[in-house]
């Protein structure tokens, strides 16, 4: 209770330097250990050796790719929860991450050889697509409720799609267990340029749809004489998730639990407006994942496993802890 | 609910600045990455410090040979670095110096490696011989090599696998590395001739290539000699669900069976199912070819049933003359699939003296 009480700027500093510590964490830890000073020559200065290239080359794009992801997937779970007044709604039950899955294994299959920024574009691509398609399938009502129905029904289709595609065909099993478990194994700098791109892309999209969805959720009437356009609002919101959806799948394969559970956990921490929900999911999101893969990396060094499994070992209990101590 | 909306409003200007406040921040860390070098300056920077410490390296490895060994030797080693070899994939790698730490990501790799008396100080996890190996260090397996562990280990030469590790993704990290990246893997009979001869020369061992080369091919030639002219034979493998599939020429085993001169008749299968070089044979297929006799491969460890004694006991098998003359053999995993190499001139022994029976 002590969290929820706590003014909005201690929250939200609070979030910040947990963001920054898991940051630290994850280049701090691997197979092998480097003390912080390490970790800050080994950023700054570029001839201390092996360690300069484990962590510049190794363990700092793979960190901001780690972000990325957790970033993405937390405001699309936010997003799509705001919208569709679900709180259990987010992009891999809505079948955005399927078809932003499917769009990469169909490139995969048709080109083998497709470096990585075509197999982000494809990604992105489907993720838009998935949420288009979601809008297209509940035309004529954009309601809550039959967004959701048409997304989880695309979803299994897609879902579906996917496993078919890596039974028949022999180049996408490479990538199938850790695409279909969700990881971070061989992220680098080609994956943690996103940034560049998404960074702006998601401060425009929060500071745009924020206080529209807001009104929303005052009901659509309300919403109408306060001067929005609910279906072009919702519209919008869905497809934005789809491109947070689309770079983080194009990054890590399909992970799961990150975008359910980090607008439920921003919520207890920083309160329900959205636009602190937004900012806060962002940053619980990045916190889980950058967590999650640290432990992924760490626990059975050298082998790796599946940070997409690990995120619901790191994010359950603080759900539960919290859901528990809300209702009591 | 009203009142949380009036509430929040208030708040806005707060919120507005914190939103800008975290994205300063993560903005200040991208800047700080940029300043730092980006990527494409440090990989010249690494590459620099690589070249650097490699020249380093070749010094050091002529003045230890000029000091510990006679003179024409040492102009010998002197002279044969750097040497540049294309490797499996047609890749041209230069070798600056006499590769000291070595390591091999895949079973293949560690064995030619060993097979022409090199020494890893990196293996893959999965790989199993030779026992002088066992003791060296685990980078990860051969599908997910742990980079970390490989640069943690400096090594100077790393010997990757053209079959399991050529897809992109594998490429594009090969690339950040500031060590040589050799591919050399098996996937088919050629291919580990080939191996050995480059693997030879990037090694400075092109007599102890030449002599397994020599020792391979005349076991290839030993079991022709014995084997009956037009011999028919399949190599299955079953998944989970107990779905066949039969080897092709494309795959390994398939391979050294067409060069042993076995009529395959799955050879003409056209590609099905996710196993590269193998597709998918139902049983009313494999009775309308009714091969002479079935080899039988099982990837599932200890104690799954081995495929071999699984077949008899599936009744529409029993009709297959295969199975009732009982010429059925369970061939090792590892040189016949995981650990695909220098030991084929087991493979070719075990299935010529199979089928001459």
Not at chain 1, 92 to 105: D, T
Not at chain 1, 221 to 227: D, H, K, Q, R, T
Not at chain 2, 265 to 283: M, R
Not at chain 2, 336 to 350: F, I, N, T, Y
């Amino acid at each position: 209770m002590q969290i929820v009480k706590s003014t909005v700027v201690r929250s939200f500093l609070l979030l910040v330097l947990m963001a920054l510590l898991a940051f630290l964490f994850s280049l701090q830890f691997g197979t092998s250990y480097f003390g912080p000073i390490e970790v800050i020559n080994g950023l700054i200065f570029s001839d201390s050796g092996i360690d300069r290239t484990i962590i510049w080359e190794i363990r700092f794009p793979r960190s901001l790719s780690a972000a990325l992801v957790g970033a993405g997937l937390g405001l699309a779970g936010a997003m799509l929860q705001v919208t569709t007044r679900n709180p259990l709604a987010d992009p891999a039950i809505l079948g955005i991450s399927a078809l932003a899955g499917l769009a990469l294994a169909l490139v995969v299959v048709i080109f083998p050889l497709a470096n990585s920024y075509v197999r982000g574009m494809a990604c992105i691509a489907g993720g838009v697509a998935g949420g288009g398609l979601i809008l297209i399938l509940s035309r004529g009502f954009v309601s809550p409720l039959r967004i959701t129905i048409v997304g989880v029904a695309v979803g299994a289709f897609a879902s579906a799609c996917i496993i078919g595609l890596i039974t028949g065909s022999r180049v996408v099993l490479d990538l199938a267990l850790g695409f279909l478990a969700g990881g971070l194994y061989g992220s680098g700098w080609e994956d943690a340029f996103w940034w560049i791109v998404f960074l702006p892309l998601m401060c425009i999209g929060i500071i745009s749809l924020a206080n529209r969805l807001d009104n929303l959720a005052l009901g659509d009437e309300i919403a109408i004489n306060l001067g929005e356009n609910p279906d072009r609002t919702r519209a919008a919101a869905v497809l934005f998730s789809g491109l947070m959806t689309g770079i983080a799948v194009s990054i890590s394969g399909l992970v799961s639990f990150v975008g359910l559970a980090s607008p439920h956990i921003a919520r207890a921490i920083v309160g329900r407006g959205s636009l602190n929900l937004f900012t806060g999911s962002i940053l619980v999101g990045s916190i889980i994942m950058l967590v999650a893969d640290t432990v992924a990396r760490v626990v059975i060094s050298p082998s790796e496993l599946p940070a997409g499994i690990l995120t619901a070992f790191v994010g359950a209990p603080i759900l539960i802890y919290l859901v528990r101590s809300k209702l009591s | 609910m009203i009142k949380e909306y009036e509430l929040k409003s208030l708040s806005l200007r707060g919120n507005s600045l914190f939103l800008l406040v975290i994205s300063a921040g993560i903005g200040l860390t991208l800047i700080l990455s940029a300043c730092g070098s980006d990527s494409l300056d440090s990989d010249a920077a690494v590459e620099e410090a690589a070249v650097a410490t490699t020249q380093q390296v070749a010094n050091a490895t002529a003045t230890a040979t000029t000091a510990t060994s006679s003179p024409t030797e040492s102009t010998v080693t002197d002279a044969y670095y750097p040497k540049t070899v294309e490797d499996l994939l047609d890749r041209e790698v230069t070798i600056a110096a006499s590769p000291e730490r070595i390591v091999a990501l895949s079973p293949s790799a560690l064995e030619y490696l060993y097979a022409l008396g090199g020494v890893a100080v990196g293996r893959p996890s999965s790989a199993r011989y030779p026992e002088a190996a066992m003791s060296v260090e685990s980078v990860g397996t051969s599908y997910a090599p742990n980079f970390e562990s490989i640069l943690g280990l400096n090594p100077d030469l790393i010997i990757a696998d053209s079959i399991i590790q050529a897809q992109p993704r594998f490429l594009e990290q090969f690339k950040g590395l500031p060590t040589p990246v050799f591919l050399a893997g098996a996937g088919s009979y050629s291919d580990v001739l080939t191996a050995l001869e480059r693997l030879g020369m990037v090694l400075n061992r092109n007599d102890e290539a030449q002599a397994e080369i020599t020792r391979i091919q005349t076991s290839m030639e030993a079991a022709k000699s014995v084997l009956p002219p037009g011999t028919s034979a399949i190599v299955l493998i079953a998944d989970r669900d107990n779905t066949f599939y039969a080897a092709k020429n494309t795959s390994f085993v398939g391979d050294v069976m067409d060069n042993l001169g076995v009529v395959n008749p799955a050879s003409d299968l056209p590609d099905a199912g996710p196993f590269p070089g193998f597709s998918t044979a139902s049983i009313e297929i494999l009775l309308a070819w009714n091969p002479d006799f079935i080899f039988t491969i099982t990837p599932a460890p200890e104690p799954a049933p081995r495929l071999s004694t699984l077949l008899p006991s599936i009744p529409p098998m029993r009709g297959l003359s295969a199975v009732q003359s009982g010429s059925i053999l369970e061939l090792p995993l590892e040189i016949a699939l995981q650990a695909s190499g220098p030991r084929v001139d087991q493979l070719v022994k075990l299935i010529a003296e199979s089928l001459a029976q």
